[in-house]
């Protein structure tokens, strides 16, 4: 039998005709997955290790302004400025801001209520982590509450936007 240009043997017609189909329609999806834009609010607690270090810093060379594209009913200001390593769980390093992060949030009618939080940036400690970093706040004792999913594009401005002393 011939799918697609291509002689298919060794699992019959129908599991061939069926592979071929399938591999088609996975072909036409994924270019539509490329665009989509994912909501990058989240709220997961975690428990982290205090852990001070100095030495390990990130720095953040300007504000940095994210929104969630989707909606665009929040942007978060990470400040400029050395985030201090404060803590780690298996995960991520947490990096302390020196400054309070602003979160802005966009309501109907052009009402903005605005949020000054106190955290910094969870950094992943391994780069397969579908979710590399995040922004994070206080949580119970030395609990932290992880608030902002940061991917490719924040990823992508290291050595441009921040760099890790580590």
Known sequence: MRAF??????IGPIGSALG?????????????CAGLELNPLTNEHRVVRVE???ARTLVVTRELV????????????LPGGTYALEGEDEDYWYLRSGSALIML?????????????????ALGKY????????????GEGAGKILIWKL???????????????F
Not at 20 to 32: E, K, R, T, Y
Not at 155 to 163: H, I, L, V
């Open 105 to 121: 949030d966009f309501h109907r009618g052009g009402r903005t209520d605005r949020h000054t939080l106190r955290g910094g940036i």
């Open 151 to 165: 991917g490719k594009d924040f990823m992508g401005g290291e050595g441009r936007d921040w760099r890790r002393s």
């Open 66 to 77: 994210l929104d969630d594209k989707r909606h665009a009913a929040h942007e978060l200001h």
């Open 20 to 32: 071929a189909c399938a591999a088609l329609i996975l072909n036409l999806s994924l270019p539509a």
């Open 52 to 54: 001070q270090d100095r």
């Open 5 to 10: 240009g291509r002689r298919c043997t060794g």
């Open 127 to 138: 780069a397969t982590r579908s979710v590399p970093a995040a922004v994070y706040i206080d």
